[in-house]
């Protein structure tokens, strides 16, 4: 069966250090992965997008990695901010533009 | 002013009664989805459409059922609402432009309780 794995765990992190988390997916074959944000009472909101024959993208602080086999995506967070502790989703692209989402991870900054 | 707006944020009723979840988006897009989050479960889609006259079922589209009355709006229905249907429920849209790479553009969701 199709699978998208997030850790269900909180990471908790100091402020000023790199937070990386993990997307992995099983029987999917993603030409899209994108990254979304989402805070306690609100939509998820678009962070980044990474295509299938590209290894990494940057937008300010942000860097995400995609490896297509070894099925996986990572995502970092440099020099975190209280501000960004949120829940971060992963999502594929598969079928007719459509996204599966995995279930997100928590991030808490702490300062 | 929000840019997809769902209404109502908060709803509490009873078992077998008929609901509506709606939705209007002011960003011109095409695309529109409903999807309901669950703790422990994520997203998962319930029907989307591409087009006023395009409406597909996603991957738990039993219960419920969408119209789209125009460009800017998309409203779900539950016909005879049941506990299990408890959830966080999102509309989200997005543009047809460049096909397979849009990101999509999220409401803030309405929470829907069924006793």
């Known amino acids: 069966s199709q699978k998208i794995e997030q850790n269900s765990e909180a990471l908790n992190i100091q402020e000023g250090k790199t937070a990386t988390l993990t997307c992995n997916y099983t029987?999917?074959?993603?030409?899209?992965l994108q990254w979304y944000r989402q805070d306690p009472g609100r939509g998820p909101v678009f962070l980044l997008l990474?295509?299938?024959?590209?290894k990494e993208k940057r937008k300010e602080r942000l860097k995400v990695t995609f490896d297509t086999t070894l099925k996986q995506s990572l995502f970092h967070i440099t020099a975190s901010q209280p501000a960004d502790s949120a829940t971060y989703l992963c999502?594929?692209?598969?079928?007719?533009?459509?996204?599966?989402f995995g279930k997100g991870n928590q991030v808490v900054v702490i300062p | 002013d929000a840019d997809v707006t769902q209404t109502p944020r908060n709803r509490i009723t009873k078992t077998g009664k008929r609901i509506m979840l709606e939705c209007s988006q002011t960003?011109?897009?095409?695309?529109m989805y409903w999807y309901r989050q669950d703790p422990g479960l994520g997203l998962r889609l319930i029907y989307y459409?591409?087009?006023?006259?395009?409406?597909n079922k996603g991957e738990i589209s039993d219960g419920y059922s969408v119209s789209r009355q125009a460009q800017a709006k998309f409203s779900l229905s539950l016909e005879s609402a049941i506990p299990n249907q408890t959830a966080l429920y999102f509309c989200?849209?997005?543009?047809?432009?460049?096909?397979?790479?849009?990101?999509?553009?999220f409401g803030d969701g309405t929470r829907l309780s069924i006793l």
């Open positions: 029987n999917y074959s993603p030409a899209y």
């Open positions: 999502a594929l692209l598969y079928g007719n533009n459509r996204l599966a």
């Open positions: 989200a849209t997005s543009d047809r432009t460049g096909l397979f790479n849009q990101p999509q553009h």
């Open positions: 459409s591409f087009d006023v006259k395009d409406i």
């Open positions: 960003k011109g897009h095409d695309r």
């Open positions: 990474i295509r299938e024959n590209e």
